[in-house]
C-alpha cells in the first residue's frame, strides 16, 4: 500500500481550505491508503495524472473537488511513498506544479523545492544591475565554499548576481529554504565553518552518507521539520485536526539562524511587527538553551497572565520532554517578582490595584491642596521617579523627566515630593504595595540576599515593550550577567502600557546582538495593511529608549480577502450582525477556539457572549485561561489580546468614545506630550486588536466610527 507524506506547503494550503473542500481531502487521502500504487493510477475517482511540460517529471495531481486538484510528487525509485505539496484550484495546480522542482540539498540531505521559473527570470534581470554594481555580496565565498555549503549551480548563479542584503531578502522567497539560510549566514557576516556548523551540520543526518541519497523515501526522512510521513492509519486524522496549532511553533528557516545560535555574549534582543514570529523564536531559543546543560533552568516570561498561559501551551507543543519542561518557569514577571518577596521575607505581598492607588493619589491632592490632578501624579511617580528608582528628595530632582510634557521647578519637585512621601506613607501605614513597588522589592532582596533558589541560567523575554524599569530590574537581578543571559522580543508599536524604558541605563546592553524581523507568517498582506494604516505618521520609540522604531519594509506574503469594516444604526444591531459573522467562518469549518471576538470594553462582550450561547455557539473568556482543548469562540479585551493569534478576530464596539477612551488620556493643556503619547498608545491598542488575525479580519461600531478607523 502506498504511504502518505505532507509537506509543509500542504499545510498552508489545507489550513485555510473551506470544509467542502477539506472533506475532499480527507475522502482522496483515504484512498491512499486504501489503494495499491496500481489502483491508484487506475482509480477514476482520485484520477492521478502527469502533468505536461513540468520542471520535476514525478509531479502529478489528484481530483479533490470538481474545481479543486491536488499537487502530488510520485516515486520513481521503486518506493511506494507519495507527497502531498498542495491543494489549489483546478487550473492554478497545473501552473503550480509545472514550474517547481523537487531536489535534495547535497549538504543537508534535506528535500526542497524551487520556482524554477522565477529564478530564471529574477536572476536574468539582476544580472543587468549586477555588471554595474561596484561590489556583489558574496563576491568573497569561492564556487567551492558555496557548493560546500549545499548551494546548487542555479541558486548559485542567482547568488552571484545579489549586490546586497535587502536584495537577498526579496528573493528569498523563491530559493529553496536550506539554501536560502546558508546564504542569510554568509551575509550576516559568518565564516563558512561557522555557517556548516550552525546550519548543515545541524540539519544534515548524523548517519548520512559520503555521497547524497537522491531518492525521495531518503529526502522525506532526512526532512522532518517541514514534512509529516503519515505512520498509521488513525495518524491521518490526528494530523488533520491539528494545522493551526502546529503552525504556531514552526520556525522559518530566516528566524532559525536567531534562536539557534550557539550563543550571544551578552542580551539578545529580536524586534519585529506583529506576526513576524517573535514568540515562535523565543520558544525556540527556550528549547535550545535547555541543551546547553542538562541542569540549566530557565525563566520564560512576559506582561499578562493570558500571553503566559499561551507560551506555556506552546511551549508544550515544542518540548516533548517533560524532564525539559520542569526545568521552565513560564510565569509574569509580576507573579515571579510576588514568589521571590514571598520565598525571602516569608510574608505574601499585599497587593494595590491600579484602581485603589488612583484613590489613594487622589485623598493627596485633596490633602494638599495640589495644582495637579491625581493622574498627572500617578504618570509622575511611575514614568520618573520608580523608573528612576528614586528614593529622596534630593535624588528625585536630580533625574531626568524625558518624556513628561510639563516642566517642573526644584520648588515644585519638592511640592511633588511631599505629596510621594504622604502617599508611601499611607501604602506602608495600610501595609500594602504597588504591583511596581513589588517588583522593586524583589530586584532588591534577589541582589543583596542569598537568592539562589529564586535566579535562573536564562531569562526570554516575550512581549518585551510594555515592561517597566522595576520589571527590567527584577529581570536583570534574576540571572548573573554574562554569556545568553537574557533573550528578549518586542514591537514598540504593539506597546500599549506606556512604559519608557533606557535598557542601557538599567545594565542590559544589547548593541550588536539586535535582530529585526520584517517579514509576516501570520496575516494577509490585506489584513497587514489595513492595520498599519492605524499608526500612519506616528513616531515610535524603540525598545532601548534611544531611538526610533520603524516598520519600513514591514509585509506579507501571504494574501486573502479585505478586512469586512462596518458601521451599524445601533449596539445590537451590531452583536447580531457579529453572530452571523460568526456562524458563517463557522460554517467554513473553522473551529470556535480558532475564532476570537474582541472589544474596549467588558460590557459589551457579556452582550456577545450572552447572544453566541443564545444561538448555540460555544463561547469561553480569554481572561479564564481556557486550555487548547476547551471549545468555544475566544472573547477577550483588546488589552488581552496582546501576544494572541487567531485565524479569524472581529473588533466591535470601535466607536470614537471606546477608541481613544478619554478617561486614559491625559488632557492636551495637562501635558502635550503625555497626550500624544497616550494618543500613540490607544491607536497601538487598535493596531494590536487587529494584527491578531491570520485569515479574516471584522471590524465594526454602532454610532460614530474611532478617528483612527480607515472606513
Not at 500500500?1 to 494550503?13: D, G, I, R, V, Y
Not at 524532564?323 to 510574608?347: C, D, F, H, K
Not at 508611601?424 to 513589588?438: C, N, V
Amino acid at each position: 500500500m502506498p504511504q502518505l507524506a505532507l509537506a509543509k506547503s500542504f499545510w498552508e494550503s489545507y489550513d485555510v481550505l473551506e470544509k467542502p473542500i477539506k472533506a475532499g481531502v480527507r475522502k482522496a487521502m483515504e484512498k491512499f491508503r486504501q489503494l495499491s500504487v496500481a489502483e491508484l493510477h487506475a482509480d477514476k475517482g482520485l484520477h492521478l495524472e502527469s502533468v505536461n511540460n513540468a520542471r520535476d517529471s514525478r509531479m502529478r495531481t489528484i481530483r479533490i473537488t470538481d474545481f479543486w486538484r491536488g499537487v502530488v510528487l510520485a516515486p520513481d525509485d521503486g518506493t511506494d511513498i507519495f507527497l502531498l505539496l498542495n491543494v489549489v484550484p483546478h487550473d492554478d495546480a497545473y501552473t503550480w506544479a509545472a514550474k517547481r522542482l523537487y531536489t535534495v540539498n547535497s549538504a543537508t540531505r534535506a528535500l526542497e523545492v524551487r520556482d524554477v521559473v522565477a529564478i530564471e527570470e529574477i536572476t536574468h534581470s539582476m544580472a543587468k544591475t549586477a555588471a554595474q554594481a561596484p561590489a556583489l555580496l558574496f563576491a568573497r565565498h569561492s564556487d567551492t565554499v558555496l557548493r560546500d555549503l549545499g548551494i546548487d549551480d542555479q541558486v548559485r548563479r542567482a547568488a552571484r548576481t545579489i549586490v546586497d542584503r535587502a536584495q537577498l531578502d526579496a528573493i528569498g522567497a523563491l530559493l529553496p529554504e536550506d539554501q536560502y539560510e546558508v546564504l542569510q549566514y554568509l551575509a550576516e557576516g559568518f565564516t563558512p565553518d561557522e555557517v556548516y556548523r550552525d546550519v548543515v551540520a545541524e540539519r544534515r543526518p548524523v548517519d548520512a552518507t559520503a555521497e547524497p541519497n537522491d531518492s525521495l523515501a531518503a529526502a522525506i526522512t532526512n526532512t522532518r521539520t517541514r514534512i509529516v510521513l503519515v505512520a498509521r492509519p488513525d495518524e491521518l486524522a490526528e494530523i488533520l485536526e491539528k494545522p493551526f496549532a502546529a503552525w504556531r511553533v514552526f520556525l522559518h528557516p530566516s528566524q532559525r539562524r536567531i534562536a539557534y545560535r550557539r550563543s550571544y555574549r551578552g542580551p539578545a534582543q529580536v524586534t519585529g511587527g506583529p506576526g513576524t514570529g517573535k514568540t515562535v523564536v523565543a520558544l525556540h531559543r527556550v528549547k535550545h538553551l535547555l541543551s546547553h546543560a542538562a541542569d540549566s533552568r530557565v525563566l520564560l516570561t512576559t506582561y499578562t497572565n493570558a500571553l503566559a498561559a499561551a507560551l506555556r501551551e506552546n511551549l508544550a507543543l515544542l518540548l516533548s520532554d517533560e524532564r525539559q519542561l520542569a526545568r521552565v518557569e513560564v510565569t509574569t514577571v509580576n507573579a515571579y517578582a510576588s514568589r521571590v518577596v514571598r520565598g525571602v521575607t516569608g510574608r505574601p505581598p499585599a497587593l494595590l490595584g491600579d484602581a485603589d492607588e488612583r484613590q489613594v493619589w487622589r485623598r493627596v491632592c485633596r490633602r494638599l491642596t495640589l495644582p495637579w490632578t491625581e493622574q498627572f501624579l500617578a504618570h509622575e511617580y511611575r514614568h520618573v521617579i520608580l523608573a528612576h528608582a528614586a528614593q529622596s528628595r534630593e535624588e528625585y530632582r536630580e533625574v531626568s523627566r524625558r518624556g513628561r510634557g510639563s516642566a517642573l521647578s526644584s520648588r515644585q519637585r519638592d511640592r511633588l515630593w511631599s505629596a510621594v512621601e504622604m502617599f508611601l506613607t499611607e501604602l506602608k501605614r495600610a501595609g500594602t504595595l504597588t504591583h511596581l513597588q513589588m517588583c522593586e522589592r524583589a530586584a532588591q532582596l534577589l541582589r543583596d540576599a542569598d537568592a539562589g533558589a529564586y535566579g535562573f541560567d536564562h531569562v526570554v523575554v516575550d512581549e518585551a515593550q510594555d515592561l517597566h524599569p522595576a520589571q527590567w530590574r527584577v529581570l536583570r537581578a534574576a540571572v548573573p550577567p554574562g554569556p545568553d543571559d537574557l533573550f528578549i522580543t518586542g514591537d514598540p508599536h504593539q506597546r500599549i502600557y506606556d512604559s519608557r524604558v533606557s535598557l542601557n541605563a538599567l545594565g542590559i546592553s544589547v548593541t550588536g546582538r539586535s535582530s529585526r524581523l520584517r517579514l509576516n507568517y501570520r496575516s494577509t498582506e490585506e489584513i497587514l495593511s489595513w492595520s498599519t494604516e492605524v499608526l500612519v505618521g506616528s513616531r515610535v520609540e524603540d525598545l532601548t529608549g534611544e531611538g526610533e522604531d520603524s516598520l519600513t519594509g514591514y509585509r506579507s506574503l501571504l494574501h486573502g480577502k479585505k478586512p469586512h469594516i462596518q458601521g451599524y444604526a445601533s449596539p445590537s444591531a451590531e452583536v447580531a450582525a457579529l453572530v452571523e459573522r460568526v456562524r458563517g467562518w463557522l460554517d467554513q469549518g473553522i473551529q470556535p477556539s480558532e475564532i476570537a471576538v474582541c472589544a474596549r470594553f467588558n460590557t459589551m462582550l457579556s452582550s456577545v457572549y450572552d447572544q453566541l450561547l443564545g444561538v448555540g455557539i460555544p463561547a469561553v473568556r480569554v481572561r479564564d485561561q481556557p486550555g487548547g482543548d476547551i471549545d468555544g469562540v475566544r472573547l477577550a479585551t483588546m488589552h488581552a489580546m496582546k501576544g494572541l493569534e487567531f485565524r479569524c478576530v472581529a473588533v466591535i464596539g470601535a466607536t470614537e468614545r471606546a477608541v481613544p477612551f478619554a478617561k486614559e488620556v491625559t488632557p492636551l493643556e495637562v501635558d502635550a506630550q503625555q497626550h500624544h503619547s497616550d494618543m500613540l498608545r490607544e491607536r497601538c491598542l487598535l493596531f494590536v486588536a487587529s494584527t491578531r488575525a491570520r485569515e479574516a479580519l471584522h471590524v465594526s461600531w454602532s454610532g460614530s466610527p474611532s478617528p483612527f478607523l480607515k472606513t
